[in-house]
């Protein structure tokens, strides 16, 4: 089936540490990926996205990397700072080829940075 | 462009009663998905529709649950009956023909049956 697995929170940081939140997954067909953020009391924002097999999705300063061989989207930052703080959602369209574009996520991380 | 819209963005009621939930996409935005959020987990796909139609409705739909997008606009989702189960984040997103993966979420509607 489809699902997504990531690392269970709370992740804490200190201001300007690196972030690595690991996200891996299973799909019936070729998936599209994605890592949604949302901040507290706010709704669920698309941060980046990658469509195929070693595409690096990019935004704000988060990168990850589309892993087909290890089926994994971690997400990376180089130095997160306290406006970071949010739980973040990895997230997968299982077939590119299919009509519906339905989600399926993960359990979500939330991420404190701490000044 | 002002975003996808939710209304209400809370609602209480009572057990047994009958609740609608109102989202407006993003104009011009062909695809309207709904999905359910409890605390601490990810959402959960409901349904999706293309236009005006319906395409799929996911398992966790009991028959208590409707949705309607009737001009392929705004869309409603309606519970009868509900339980104190069905409380929960409902959540609106769209998408449009060009960038089918992309969705916009709205800001959610909080339901709390008590």
């Known amino acids: 089936g489809n699902s997504v697995t990531q690392m269970e929170g709370p992740v804490t940081l200190s201001e300007e540490a690196f972030l690595t939140i690991n996200c891996t997954y299973t799909?019936?067909?070729?998936?599209?990926l994605f890592w949604y953020v949302q901040y507290p009391g706010e709704g669920l924002q698309l941060l980046l996205k990658?469509?195929?097999a070693d595409d690096k999705g990019s935004n704000k300063g988060f990168e990850a990397t589309y892993r087909k061989e290890t089926t994994s989207f971690h997400l990376e930052k180089g130095s997160v700072q306290v406006s970071d703080s949010a739980v973040y959602f990895c997230?997968?369209?299982?077939?590119?080829?299919?009509?519906?574009?339905?989600?399926?996520w993960g359990l979500g991380t939330s991420l404190a940075v701490n000044p | 462009d002002t975003g996808v819209s939710q209304d209400p963005r809370h609602k209480i009621t009572k057990r047994g009663q009958n609740v609608t939930f109102r989202c407006d996409p993003i104009s011009e935005h062909n695809r309207l998905y709904w999905y359910r959020q409890t605390l601490g987990q990810g959402p959960e796909f409901l349904t999706y529709f293309q236009n005006e139609a319906q395409l799929e409705k996911s398992r966790l739909l009991s028959d208590r649950f409707s949705a309607e997008r009737p001009k392929g606009s705004f869309s409603t989702l309606e519970i009868q009956r509900t339980e104190q189960g069905d409380s929960a984040m409902y959540l609106c997103?769209?998408?449009?023909?060009?960038?089918?993966?992309?969705?916009?979420f709205g800001p959610g509607t909080r339901l709390t049956v008590t």
């Open positions: 799909a019936t067909g070729y998936p599209s």
């Open positions: 997230a997968l369209i299982p077939d590119n080829a299919g009509n519906n574009r339905k989600l399926i």
């Open positions: 990658a469509t195929k």
């Open positions: 997103a769209s998408s449009s023909r060009t960038s089918s993966n992309e969705q916009y």
